[in-house]
């Protein structure tokens, strides 16, 4: 199976930019290929101890990246890709602020820090020294002990317990790490394969509402959608596993195309556009980057760190 290309060299002009897909359209990959689903479901179906336990519900798989490895989606992002979308501004270079919602216990956390920020061939370590800082999150508190304790990064990682659907519960976290450097929004959230789970336990209201929240915390958006076989997927492990079915799934009116459902309703209802999609990984999954509207465009993508090599 292919894995997509980049669809352009660069953020300016793409045809995706600013409005979201028409009826029959669908997110392609940039050879042009739907962006269809197959690998994903049959390698969580032959890992079945990392389903355990409870076919994990939150997606809170122990052993996630076995099945999912980090270096799957790396190898679709630019490394420049931050430094690029926000160039320092004067000399203090204050550091670009991340979140990363569903972190899992931290391993494509630290990869993706590692990834933006290690030296370029050419470019001295004083030069890629620009800070990053990712507050990262999960709902599941044993995953992210393991990710604290784990961490190589401990002063740019910071890893908390947090149910992002409590509205309560959220506020002081992320505005205390924000407070921090006297800012309001991130930089950038990540959310890789996590709007899958919001959708099947809090059903369609929950995943508008999460989907209006992360758009308004941020200024970019980088967002794996799970793809509906994913959906299918789920709900039939908990019944192999005689556990009770997702609440929500049967009853669930957006789906079907979930990578363009989303690209619809962030365009449309949440001020965002998509400014590039930068292909699908090995288990056929789209990392689609999305730009608040007010938020002003920057230097090119380069087309050489986009492309994608064949995967069978």
Same mark, same amino acid.
């Given at each position: 199976?292919?894995?997509?290309?980049?669809?352009?060299?660069?953020?300016?002009?793409?045809?995706?930019?600013?409005?979201?897909?028409? /009826?029959?359209?669908?997110?392609?990959?940039?050879?042009?290929?739907?962006?269809?689903?197959?690998?994903?479901?049959?390698?969580? /179906? /032959? =890992?079945?101890?990392?389903?355990?336990?409870?076919?994990?519900?939150?997606? @809170?798989?122990? =052993?996630?990246?076995?099945?999912?490895?980090?270096?799957?989606?790396?190898?679709?992002?630019?490394?420049?890709?931050?430094?690029?979308?926000?160039?320092?501004?004067?000399?203090?270079?204050?550091?670009?602020?991340?979140?990363?919602?569903?972190? @899992?216990?931290?391993?494509?956390?630290?990869?993706?820090?590692?990834?933006?920020?290690?030296?370029?061939?050419?470019?001295?370590?004083?030069?890629?020294?620009?800070?990053?800082?990712?507050?990262?999150?999960?709902?599941?508190?044993?995953?992210?002990?393991?990710?604290?304790?784990?961490?190589?990064?401990?002063?740019?990682?910071?890893?908390?317990?947090?149910?992002?659907?409590?509205?309560?519960?959220?506020?002081?976290?992320?505005?205390?790490?924000?407070?921090?450097?006297?800012?309001?929004?991130?930089?950038?959230?990540?959310?890789?394969?996590?709007?899958?789970?919001?959708?099947?336990?809090?059903?369609?209201?929950?995943?508008? /509402?999460?989907?209006?929240?992360?758009?308004?915390?941020?200024?970019?958006?980088?967002?794996?959608?799970?793809?509906?076989?994913?959906?299918?997927?789920?709900?039939?492990?908990?019944?192999?596993?005689?556990?009770?079915?997702?609440?929500?799934?049967?009853?669930?009116?957006?789906?079907?195309?979930?990578?363009?459902?989303?690209?619809?309703?962030?365009?449309?209802?949440?001020?965002?556009?998509?400014?590039?999609?930068?292909?699908?990984?090995?288990?056929?999954?789209?990392?689609?980057?999305?730009?608040?509207?007010?938020?002003?465009?920057?230097?090119?993508?380069?087309?050489?760190?986009?492309?994608?090599?064949?995967?069978?």
């Amino acid at each position: 199976m292919r894995a997509g290309a980049a669809l352009a060299p660069s953020l300016r002009g793409l045809q995706t930019s600013g409005s979201a897909p028409t /009826e029959g359209q669908s997110v392609m990959a940039a050879d042009g290929t739907l962006s269809r689903g197959g690998v994903g479901e049959a390698v969580e /179906e /032959e =890992h079945p101890g990392a389903l355990e336990p409870g076919a994990a519900p939150f997606g @809170n798989f122990p =052993h996630y990246s076995r099945f999912h490895p980090p270096e799957q989606r790396l190898r679709l992002l630019p490394p420049e890709l931050l430094r690029q979308l926000f160039p320092p501004e004067g000399p203090e270079k204050r550091p670009i602020l991340g979140l990363d919602v569903g972190c @899992n216990s931290g391993d494509l956390s630290v990869a993706l820090y590692k990834h933006f920020l290690s030296p370029r061939d050419g470019e001295t370590c004083s030069g890629a020294s620009r800070e990053l800082r990712i507050l990262c999150c999960d709902i599941d508190p044993v995953l992210v002990e393991r990710a604290e304790r784990d961490c190589p990064f401990p002063e740019a990682l910071t890893f908390i317990t947090l149910d992002i659907m409590d509205q309560e519960s959220r506020k002081v976290p992320l505005s205390s790490f924000l407070s921090q450097f006297g800012r309001s929004v991130f930089d950038i959230v990540f959310c890789m394969s996590v709007t899958m789970w919001i959708h099947l336990n809090h059903g369609d209201r929950g995943l508008c /509402e999460f989907l209006a929240h992360v758009s308004s915390l941020c200024s970019y958006l980088l967002m794996e959608p799970q793809p509906w076989k994913c959906y299918r997927a789920a709900a039939r492990r908990l019944r192999k596993l005689g556990l009770h079915s997702f609440d929500h799934f049967r009853s669930l009116a957006i789906r079907g195309d979930m990578a363009n459902q989303i690209v619809r309703i962030l365009t449309q209802d949440h001020g965002m556009e998509l400014a590039c999609c930068f292909g699908n990984t090995s288990w056929d999954r789209s990392l689609l980057l999305f730009r608040a509207k007010h938020t002003h465009e920057t230097q090119a993508i380069p087309e050489s760190s986009t492309k994608e090599t064949r995967t069978d």
